[in-house]
């Protein structure tokens, strides 16, 4: 496939990329360099502007078909579960009905649909054959300092491999928080590389002691009405950027966003880093997170007039995952062949027309057949 008049961000040149076998084979700054390529399809995007896919940095893929529960705001993650545990146990009962390989599934389709092509996966190993996104589950995954039965020997079991370590640390606004994320870096004897999610309580002189931390303002505000300082923690350890799941968040990528840039800590340069070249690196993929040549075709193509994050003005056209079409803005279709696009539905999001890898009809229904209530965030034509 070729993608025609596209601007690469942080760019301001129109170039051509040319895609082959789920790779960027050629960036060029002529089209007819590419004419030699007659029987490639061909979308021209009038100088759109191409990311490379989103890395979401964190996310409970089979906790996502759950509405945000909470009944107030809490001082810390314990008080919260033990709340919905108490007043939602119905609720919670009736979603955990759904089969699991339902809930992994919808999972996936809520990453595509909001432009991540990576999504790392916290909590038990799941299995999820699929061609959506790319799911990366090869670490220790930790679940916290309080639920987590002998965390302290897992973290130094030497005769663990040299793969990193992912818990949530610090998911508070209180004191018992602060000492959490200092009491994980103190206790990890064998200087494990450890990843720190949501971080509220972090410090500064802790920091230092963490390979990384998954910010996820969205959930952190609703749960905590409070977020991790990252103006003040970005210059310490690399930060990236997460969702975490329904339960606490938005199922809408552009509601996470939002919320990461009202809450002064980033720019906009720096939130697209998060969620492309600062977490390729934390997570050691070397074949994504920017785009050029020999890179993985992992993209998203946005029309941008007023800013990469902005609800006007920005809308998605098109996200590639390893090269092929995750979904396409319907106004593009008519652009391309009926046969690369002959296994794909429609579906509006947001008042907006795309098209989408074929399965997610089928899920809604088996869904609504085990979950009569669950929340259909876009509609299905």
Known sequence: ???HDVVIYGSEK???????QGRIEIISNSRTELDHLPDEPRLELDGAVVLPGFINSHDHLDFNLFPRLGNHIYSNYTEWARDIHQQDAPVIKEVQKVPLHLRVQWGLYKNLLNGFTTVINHGEQLVTDNNLVTVFQDCYSLHSPAFEKNWLWKLNNPLRNRK?????IGEGADRLAQLETQKVAKRNYLHRKMIAVHGVAMGVDEASSYAGLVWCPASNFFLLNKTADI???KGILPIVFGTDSTLTSSWFSEDHFTKALDSSGVSETELVEMMTKEAAALWEFEDRGIVAEGMRA???VKESTAGIFASAGSEKLLVMHNGDIGI???????QLPDILISNYE???????EYIVKAGIKKLVKDILAA???AEIPFELY
Do not use: E, S, T, W
């Open 164 to 168: 990193a370590f992912v818990m949530h």
């Open 328 to 334: 396409v803005a319907g106004k593009l279709k008519c």
């Open 231 to 233: 103006a003040l923690l």
């Open 14 to 20: 129109r170039q051509h990329i040319y895609i082959r």
């Open 1 to 3: 496939m070729i993608l």
């Open 346 to 352: 429609r579906v509006g999001i947001r008042n907006k």
């Open 371 to 373: 979950y009569p209530a």
């Open 298 to 300: 992992d993209l998203i």
